[in-house]
């Protein structure tokens, strides 16, 4: 995949997210993938997000940096969203949420094979104690 390529599949996976349409994800990841440096099933990733959705179900995601580099892309995220049940160990409050995601992604054969990320779960906490 080209740059420009690589830019818009990243484009088109935040959009599927922002989207809900989690059961397009074979388009962008493989049958399994390294996240954090554990090897997962592409449905357990699945999983995870709509746990996500179902904790937070506005929860959206907007790109503020993307940085595509040979077969590795890099974002920056700012995360929003309003949790209504348990997430992330952390109780609602009614309070929406904002903060900060860092992800690293390698894309192998068209699809991600290696993802990171990290959450400012710090953010997080002081925003739903109020």
């Not at 993307?66 to 049940?85: F, K, N, Q, Y």
């Not at 309070?95 to 192998?108: C, D, G, K, L, P």
């Amino acid at each position: 995949m080209s740059l420009e390529e690589l830019r818009a599949f990243y484009l088109r996976y935040v959009e599927l997210a922002n989207d809900r349409e989690f059961d397009h994800m074979d388009e962008f990841a493989h049958d399994e993938v390294i996240v954090n440096g554990t090897l997962i099933a592409r449905d357990d990733m699945v999983a995870e997000f709509r746990r996500h959705t179902d904790a937070v179900p506005d929860l959206s995601w907007e790109i503020q940096d993307l940085l595509v580099d040979g077969d590795r892309v890099a974002a920056r995220l700012i995360d929003t969203g309003t949790p209504v049940a348990e997430w992330n160990g952390l109780a609602p409050t009614g309070a929406t949420v904002s903060f900060a995601e860092t992800a690293f992604y390698q894309i192998q054969d068209g699809r991600f094979k290696v993802m990171w990320y990290m959450m400012d779960v710090d953010a997080l906490r002081r925003q739903l104690a109020g």
